[in-house]
C-alpha cells in the first residue's frame, strides 16, 4: 500500500473511532495530509505505527464542575483535560473557559499543541483542558468559585513534571490565579511550575501575556523577509480583540505596520489611523465591552455590526480569535484585495477551502501551531525560571522569544525546502513537528 493510501485508511480510522468531533477530525486531516514524504524517508516511524499513537490521546479525563452564583442557584458544568502525548516533556497547554468546548475541541487543540510544542524545540509534550463554563458577565466571586472547583478536581492530574496547563480562551491572570491558590490550598505546596501564565506577583514572567501575540508578529516579520520584505508600510488587519490580538497589534505597529482593523463576535472596527491599543485595551480588558464602544471614543473610527473584518482590504491578515473563522470565500476576497501574508494568531481559524485558497494564491502562509507558538515557548521559559527559582527581565526574555521564533521559521522554511516544497509553511511545519514527535515515541518504547 502506497504510503499516501495508508494515510488516507488511518484517517478513516480515526473519524470512526472518534465519531462528531468534527474539528479534531480537521486537524488530523491537515496533519496527515502532508507527511508522507516523511514517512517515505523514514519507513521505522510506519512500521511503530507511529501515527496511530499519535492520534491517540495518552489520557483522557471529564468531570463534573458544580459552583454556586451570586444569587445562591447552583450550576453544573463540563470540565476536561486531555493529556496528549508526553514523548518530549510534561503536557503542556491551555484551559479553554467557552460555552462551546466540548471534547472534540479540546483534542483538536492538544493534538495541535503536540506538533506546536515540539516546534519550539523545548522539552514539552502537548495537551489541553477547559470546561463549557462562561466568564463573561460573571462576577470576580463567581469566577473564583468556579476555578476553585475546576481545580479541586483537576489538581489530581497535573504537577510540573507531569501536565502543566496555562490561559487560553476565557482563561487570563486572573484565573490562572485563582486556579493557583486552590492548587496550592490543596496541596500545601508552592509548586509554581504546575501553571503557566501567573501573574508577576506569584511566579509569572516577563513576556508571558505579550507571548503569542508578539510571536505572530516575528514569525510574519520572518516569512516577509524571507521574501525581501518587511512590515514597513503593510496594511495590516487582526481579528479578534482579545490578548493575542492587542499584543500581534502592538507588536505590529512596532515593527512598521499598521493595523486598521479588529474585530469581536459583535462587529469589527476600522481606523485608518491605525488601531489605538491603549484605548482598545481599555474597552476589552478594563471596561469588558464590545468593540462597538472603541468609535465611542474614537470618533472617526468606524463600526460595521454582524460583518466580517475579512472585507477589509490589506497586506497581512493575522485572524486572532477563534478556529474556522476565515472560509475559502473569504480567503478569495483577501487575496483578491491585495493580501500577501497570513500569519495565525489563532488555533486553526482558517478553514481546508480556505489554506487552499491561500497556498495556491502564493500568499505566505504561517500556519497556527507555528506561527502562534510564541505563547507556549513563553510558558515553557516561564517553567524554566520557576524551576531555577529565577525571574528575567522584559528584555531578556522578549529577546529570547524573538530567538525561539526566528529558529522555528528557519525549521519551518528549511524543511519545506529539503522536500521539494519551498514556500510551504504548512508542510514544513507537520514535517519538522511529527519527525521530532515521532522520534522521540520512537525512542521510548511501546508504552
Known sequence: MRVQERLDSLIDEVLQRNPGEAEFHQAVREVLGSIAPALDKHPEFADAKIIERLCEPERQII?????????????????????????????????????DVGLGTIKFLGFEQVFKNALTGMPIGGGKGGADF????????????????????????????????????????REIGFLFGQYKRITNRYESGVL???SLHHGGAQVRTEATGYGAAFFVEEM??????????????????????????????????????????????????????????????????????????????????????WEVP??????????????????ATLVRNGCIAVGEGANMPTTPEGVDVFLESGAAY????????????????????????????????????????????????????????????????????FTRVAGAVLALGLV
Request: net charge negative; charged share 25%; with cysteine.
Open 63 to 99: 468531570f463534573r464542575v458544580p459552583w454556586e452564583d451570586d444569587q445562591g442557584e447552583v450550576h453544573i458544568n463540563r470540565g476536561f483535560r486531555v493529556e496528549f502525548n508526553s514523548a518530549l516533556g510534561p503536557y503542556k497547554g491551555g484551559l479553554r473557559f467557552h460555552r
Open 134 to 173: 462562561d466568564p463573561r458577565g460573571r462576577s470576580d466571586r463567581e469566577v473564583m468559585r468556579f476555578c476553585q472547583s475546576f481545580m479541586t478536581e483537576l489538581y489530581r492530574h497535573i504537577g510540573e513534571y507531569t501536565d502543566v496547563p496555562a490561559g487560553d480562551v476565557g482563561v487570563g491572570g
Open 196 to 198: 503557566t501564565g501567573k
Open 314 to 331: 490589506c497586506d497581512v491578515a493575522m485572524p486572532s480569535a477563534t478556529q474556522n473563522e476565515i472560509s475559502g470565500a473569504q480567503a
Open 366 to 433: 504561517g500556519p497556527g501551531k507555528a506561527a502562534n507558538c510564541g505563547g507556549v515557548a513563553a510558558s515553557a521559559l516561564e517553567m524554566q525560571q520557576n524551576a531555577s527559582r529565577d525571574s528575567w527581565s522584559f528584555e531578556q526574555s522578549e529577546r529570547r522569544l524573538r530567538e525561539i521564533i526566528t529558529a522555528v521559521h528557519a525549521s519551518c522554511h528549511a524543511t519545506a525546502e529539503e522536500y521539494g516544497m519551498g514556500g510551504n509553511y504548512v508542510a514544513g511545519a507537520n514535517i519538522a513537528a
Open 224 to 309: 516577509l523577509r524571507a521574501r525581501g520584505d518587511s512590515f514597513d508600510g503593510k496594511q495590516v488587519v487582526v481579528s479578534g480583540a482579545g490578548n493575542v490580538a492587542i499584543y500581534t497589534i502592538e507588536k505590529v505597529h512596532q515593527l512598521g505596520g499598521r493595523v486598521v482593523a479588529c474585530s469581536d463576535s459583535s462587529g469589527f472596527v476600522v481606523d485608518e489611523k491605525g488601531i489605538d491599543v491603549e484605548l482598545l485595551r481599555q474597552v476589552k480588558e478594563v471596561d469588558r465591552a464590545r468593540i462597538s464602544a472603541y468609535v465611542d471614543v474614537r470618533r472617526d473610527a468606524d463600526y460595521r455590526a454582524g460583518a466580517s473584518v
